[in-house]
């Protein structure tokens, strides 16, 4: 049977390799240059084959392989060298370029998604791949061997090879024109960016369910010692278990002033520690955190709920106008909410090894999620009617079954604003019935599931 801190060392695990793939998939060099490497040794490995078979072809590989002289060889290959790097060039001006079109007509955040695109990756890592591979074996080609009796040598089996690339690169490059076309819709960046949340948030509810907690309250005061940044930028994750060991080491009690996803600043509190921590513990304490110049969504659920809240933001401007946009932009949103609403709560505090409560750990709760996706968009679009009522129904989603008392709170908060919203705009009084009758169905389903 599996411990409780096998388990939660299992899902502090699983959040690190989280961040470092999700940082790792940001970069658009790593796989090409590997396929740089890799088709570098082939290229090596086949030319050695080819020297090692000589002319002892069986007859029937005669027919499928090379049969050119060194002269043709050389135009073969330099032909393949040359195309692969103006599909090179192509493929990358076009991922420039919807770079900048998901930039201004989405969001400028959705930068990092398309930088994560695996077929963009793996697209570039075939075209390199080829044109590094046919340039390794263009090397081998030779008419004038000193070394040797025999002064032409062939790769025949290399090139063949080579020419099979190139088919392939050929195939690729219009398999990238037709994902290309489909990533820059706007429903394929929203479906992107709902994958990527939900992602967070299992990885998220894995820690909170694997983590050894209790239900006693740290409750550290407002004068005890502070832990500052060390730099300023975005949490893009807390090591948790680093905190506990380092807490459990020093005989410190901790707790977490910033969610992941939060903006701290160099020399102010990161941390309230008690009693006040060694310049040591504070070092190896700060340590747990990753502080980067941007946001992302390896455990910081609430960015993919930013980026579809900011399509929908500037699909309601006036410069765009297009509410339909927002909209399905809500759709996702609504989706996210109810998994968020079903989502373990954060416990009062976690314990070390021993079972002492060490750290009191902090997570966005379910109100600041209600109100980082619905606050831009209420306030956008409360004078658009298809808005409106998708924010309306949206609210009847969350609503329906939604036990946590924390919960409903939030929804009605929420509605209360929404109304008041509404109230505010010049609607015809049919559609303010409307407005009405939906609201009270919110009411009505909050009751059903517990509320007042």
Do not use: C
Not at 50 to 61: E, V, Y
Not at 69 to 88: E, K, N, P
Not at 351 to 370: F, I
């Amino acid at each position: 049977m599996v411990s409780a801190s096998s388990r939660a060392r299992g899902s502090r695990t699983r959040a690190r390799l989280a961040s470092a793939r999700e940082a790792l998939q940001a970069r658009l060099w790593p796989v090409p240059a590997l396929a740089v490497v890799v088709a570098v040794a082939l290229g090596v490995a086949l030319s050695q084959l080819d020297l090692a078979i000589g002319t002892h072809f069986p007859s029937r590989m005669r027919t499928f392989v090379f049969d050119g002289d060194a002269d043709t060889a050389r135009a073969v290959l330099g032909s393949i060298i040359g195309a692969l790097i103006t599909a090179t060039s192509l493929t990358f001006s076009l991922t420039v370029v919807a770079f900048q079109l998901a930039s201004s007509q989405a969001s400028p955040r959705l930068l990092r998604t398309f930088a994560r695109d695996g077929f963009v990756h793996g697209t570039l890592a075939v075209f390199l791949g080829t044109f590094a591979y046919a340039l390794t074996v263009l090397r081998a080609v030779r008419t004038d061997n000193l070394a040797s009796i025999d002064s032409t040598f062939v790769p025949r089996i290399a090139i063949s090879f080579a020419f099979v690339l190139a088919l392939v690169s050929v195939i690729t490059l219009v398999l990238f024109l037709a994902h290309l076309a489909a990533q820059l819709r706007v429903e394929t960046m929203l479906k992107e960016v709902h994958e990527d949340t939900v992602e967070a948030i299992e990885v998220v509810e894995g820690e909170i369910r694997d983590e050894e907690s209790s239900q006693q309250r740290l409750d550290l005061p407002a004068w005890a010692p502070v832990v500052q940044a060390t730099r300023s930028g975005f949490i893009s994750s807390v090591d948790r278990g680093r905190l506990l060991r380092t807490a459990a080491r020093h005989d410190l009690r901790v707790e977490e002033l910033h969610d992941v996803g939060g903006h701290v600043i160099e020399g102010l509190p990161l941390l309230r520690v008690q009693p006040e921590p060694s310049e040591d513990a504070a070092s190896d304490l700060v340590k747990a955190y990753s502080v980067r110049y941007e946001r992302t969504s390896a455990q910081d659920y609430l960015f993919g709920v930013q980026q579809m809240v900011d399509i929908a933001a500037k699909a309601l401007s006036p410069g765009v106008n297009d509410p339909t946009t927002a909209v399905h932009a809500l759709g996702h949103i609504a989706s996210i909410l109810v998994r968020l609403r079903d989502m373990p709560p954060t416990p009062p505090s976690l314990v070390d090894a021993e079972g002492v409560p060490r750290l009191a750990p902090r997570r966005a709760d379910y109100a600041s999620a209600v109100s980082a996706s619905l606050t831009q968009i209420r306030r956008y679009g409360a004078g658009d009617l298809d808005t409106v009522v998708r924010l309306h129904h949206l609210l009847q989603e969350v609503a329906t079954e939604a036990r946590p008392a924390e919960v409903r709170a939030a929804i009605t908060d929420e509605l209360r604003l929404l109304t008041a919203s509404v109230e505010a705009e010049d609607y015809a009084d049919v559609e303010r019935d409307r407005f009405r009758a939906m609201a009270q169905e919110v009411r009505r389903r909050l009751a059903a599931s517990g509320g007042a």
